[in-house]
Each structure stands twice: as C-alpha cells, then as structure tokens.
C-alpha cells in the first residue's frame, strides 16, 4: 500500500511537532548553535548555582534535539525511500552525537564531587526535578567513566547506533 492511499486519520500529525520541514530546519540550525552552550561550565562544576544552570541548558539542548529527532525518524518511517526523510534523519544523528560528546563531561565531573554535597542538591527545592538523577548518580559514582572516556563513548554514538539500521 502507498502512503497517498491511506486515509488522513490514519497517518501520523507531524505538524503537531513541527508545521513543516522549514521550521524543523530552523529548530535544527538554532540547536546547531548552541550545541557547545553546555561547555563553559566544563572545570566550573563544583558552586550549586552553575551546576544547575549548567542542568538547565543540558536539559534544553536534549528537549529540542528529541523533538527534531522525533520528526525527522517518523518523517523517515514514513517512506523510507525518500532521500529527503533520510536527509533530514542523519543530520539529527550526526548533531545529536555532537551534543551528546559537548555534554559528556557533566556527569564526570559531578561524580566527582562528595555524596553529600550532591545529596544536598537532590534535597534542594531548587534542583526538585533533578533529584532522581543525583541521587542515581551518587549510586553509580563507581561505575562512571572519566571524562575522556564519557567523550569517546559519546562520539562513538553515530556507530552505536547503526546497528538498528542494518536492516532496514
């Protein structure tokens, strides 16, 4: 069955995402500029106030890098033929990995402050939607990688992330 034989209702609302690939390709050069807003806070980790601005900027990047994402692998799905949907796909791959790498250094860098210090934070009003992840990440102190590897790790994403994509 082709696409322009399925009913309306039946489809996916991508608008309701983006209106249209042009806004997308606005959300993604505005994402694209501030793909290293995250890195002025590398080696500044350690006074409540830039660890949670620092959180705030992370959390903005990854919202509006989901959304683009979002949109262009349902864009994708929907003829995956289409070299355009494919387009659109692999340039969110290619700078969600730049994001990931420019962000690695967060949690390295807050595993290395004291349990307490960060038990602190997660108790704090002010960090209330980040508490999960800081008391996880006081349970995992151990087990987190150094920078340079979080680093490694986080630009090897693209390759990571292929297998999926083998067949299909």
């Not at 806004?23 to 501030?34: G, H, R, S, V």
């Not at 967060?106 to 704090?124: E, H, M, Q, W």
């Amino acid at each position: 069955m082709k696409r322009e034989e399925i009913t309306q209702s039946e489809k996916w609302n991508l608008e309701d995402i983006f209106t249209d690939d042009a806004n997308w390709q606005n959300a993604f050069e505005e994402l694209k500029q501030n793909a290293d807003i995250c890195l002025k806070y590398k080696g500044k980790l350690t006074e409540p106030d830039a660890i949670f601005n620092c959180l705030q900027d992370s959390k903005k990047l990854y919202i509006m890098a989901e959304k683009l994402f979002a949109y262009a692998r349902l864009k994708h799905d929907e003829n995956t033929k289409n070299a355009e949907c494919k387009s659109l796909n692999d340039k969110i791959e290619n700078l969600y990995v730049k994001v990931m790498a420019n962000n690695s250094f967060i949690v390295p860098s807050l595993s290395k402050l004291s349990s307490g210090f960060l038990r602190n934070l997660a108790n704090d009003k002010k960090f209330a939607e980040y508490d999960y992840f800081l008391i996880k990440l006081i349970e995992q102190k151990k087990h987190i990688l150094s920078d340079k590897e979080e680093h490694l790790l986080a630009q090897g994403g693209e390759i990571y992330g292929s297998f999926s994509d083998i067949f299909s």
